[in-house]
Structures are given as structure tokens and as C-alpha cells.
């Protein structure tokens, strides 16, 4: 398992959006903002198990977030991982940690019956600025 570098921690910490990348069967690459939350040892982000994003997981389950620091645009960290788990949660209450964390209010989904918690264990970092 990789270890985040001190000093970029707080891209981490903050409720910064982050663009995760998975891939296609085909190769092809996907990206998307989403919400994040770092527990200190793994990334975890809220999907549904009903969206291509997390098919492609069950294919292929490495994935690349990049998070940009908004108060220095060259300042970056990107963390390369694999998902390790993913834990039902059809409560949607890990989307209503995330939407509390990122000022949205707190409530869960109305998709919450087929949420799910991706959780990455990072396996590479790489860090400008």
C-alpha cells in the first residue's frame, strides 16, 4: 500500500471533488468528478451498483484519482489504487456523510436502495506543486 505524502494530505482532507478513472472492457478510459472521503488508509467514494462506472469496476477494479489543489492549480496529487471492497449501503448513508461533507445538505438519495461504497487502497502516488 502506498503512503500519502505528508504535504498533500490536505488535498485529501478537505472536501476537494476528485476525478476517478476506471476503464473500459474496450480500454477505453472513463473519468468523473466525485465526492470523496479519505479514512487515513483508503479512499471511499459512493456509487450505485446499477452504472457503468461500476461494471467496469467488477472488470477491471484499478482506478486513478487526481484532486487539484483550487488555491494553486499546479498543485496536485493523484493516487493510483485498486478497489478493495465494496460495501452495500442501502441506506444512502454514506452519501449523506459525503453530501453533509461537501455542504449539501446531508440527506440520502432517492437511488439510495443501490448505493455502494467503493473503497481503494492506494497503491502509487504522484504529486506536483
Known sequence: MARIPDDYLDL??????GH?????????????PMW???DGTHLRFTHTNTRRKFEQLKTNP????????????????????????????????FYATLSARYGRGG???????????????????????
Open 20 to 32: 476517478l478513472a476506471t476503464v473500459s472492457p474496450a480500454g477505453r478510459p472513463q473519468a468523473n
Open 107 to 129: 440527506d440520502p438519495p432517492p437511488d439510495a436502495p443501490t448505493r455502494v461504497v467503493l473503497v481503494v487502497e492506494p497503491t502509487h502516488t504522484t504529486q506536483r506543486g
Open 36 to 38: 470523496f472521503l479519505w
Open 62 to 93: 484499478n482506478v486513478a484519482m487526481s484532486v487539484v489543489d483550487p488555491d494553486s492549480g499546479y498543485r496536485y496529487l493523484e493516487v493510483r489504487g485498486r478497489v478493495v471492497a465494496v460495501e452495500d449501503d442501502p441506506s444512502g448513508a
Open 12 to 17: 485529501l482532507e478537505r472536501p476537494l471533488i
